[in-house]
């Protein structure tokens, strides 16, 4: 059974860091790419990025990049989330999902493509 779990969110102050994790079980990270992806009060789930641990590909969204960097252990089937230099903005709940394979190439951060999601972790950026 595919499954995947999120931890690591918290409370955490303007400029400051933060790093989620994925734990995937029941698939290989080298077969699944991973999504992050965030949804706050009232707005629609947006896509975060995305990392396919079989090429090494990573993709970000405008919106963090630079700021964000997703990361991959393929020995923990895990796959990392470190969020940097935190904006109020980034207050979301923060899910990773496990893309679909039928839709092959690189990965992307479109939410249809993703399911297999996990329960979700809040991160709130706040003084």
């Known amino acids: 059974q595919v499954q995947v779990v999120e931890s690591g969110g918290g409370l955490v102050q303007p400029g400051g860091s933060l790093r989620l994790s994925c734990a995937a079980s029941?698939?290989?990270?080298?077969?699944?790419?991973i999504g992050w992806f965030r949804q706050a009060p009232g707005k629609l789930r947006e896509g975060v990025g995305c990392?396919?641990?079989?090429?090494?590909?990573?993709h970000y969204a405008d919106s963090v990049k630079g700021r964000f960097t997703i990361s991959g252990n393929n020995a923990k089937n895990q796959v990392y989330l470190q969020m940097d230099s935190l904006k109020p903005e980034d207050t979301a709940d923060y899910y990773c999902?496990?893309?679909?394979?039928?839709?092959?190439?690189?990965?992307?951060?479109?939410?249809?493509?993703?399911?297999?999601w996990g329960q979700g972790t809040q991160v709130t950026v706040s003084t």
């Open positions: 029941g698939f290989g990270l080298d077969y699944y790419a």
């Open positions: 990392i396919s641990s079989r090429d090494g590909f990573v």
């Open positions: 999902a496990a893309r679909d394979p039928w839709y092959g190439g690189r990965c992307t951060e479109k939410v249809h493509e993703y399911d297999n």
